[in-house]
């Protein structure tokens, strides 16, 4: 079973930095494409990063040129650098990866950014 730990998120100002971890457990393989989505307080979640295996990314909008998003296919791990963060960051961020036509998720942590 595969379980997906993130963790790196709290509390953080208008400007700051922060940087989110993503660890796979429960599976031998590595995966497909490993994701992050984020939900605010009453909006629908939504992808923020995306990377393939071969390392290709894809990032919202309103994230480029401030997160990087990035692996480590031997650990399973995948990372969210978050920099010059501003409150519309706010949120909760799940991982998500998959692996043929599986999807997995995990259970979120909270980003806050307060101005």
């Known amino acids: 079973q595969v379980q997906l730990v993130e963790s790196g998120g709290g509390l953080v100002q208008t400007g700051g930095s922060l940087k989110l971890s993503c660890a796979a457990s429960?599976?031998?393989?590595?995966?497909?494409?490993m994701g992050w989505y984020r939900q605010a307080p009453g909006k629908q979640r939504e992808l923020v990063a995306l990377?393939?295996?071969?390392?290709?990314?894809n990032y919202a909008n309103s994230v480029k040129g401030r997160f990087a998003i990035s692996r480590d296919n031997a650990k399973n791990t995948m990372y969210l650098q978050m920099n010059n963060v501003n409150p519309e960051d706010t949120g909760v961020y799940y991982c998500?990866?998959?692996?043929?036509?599986?999807?997995?998720w995990g259970q979120g942590t909270q980003v806050t950014v307060s101005s």
């Open positions: 990377i393939t295996r071969s390392g290709s990314t």
């Open positions: 429960g599976s031998t393989f590595s995966f497909d494409d």
């Open positions: 998500n990866v998959r692996r043929l036509a599986y999807y997995y």
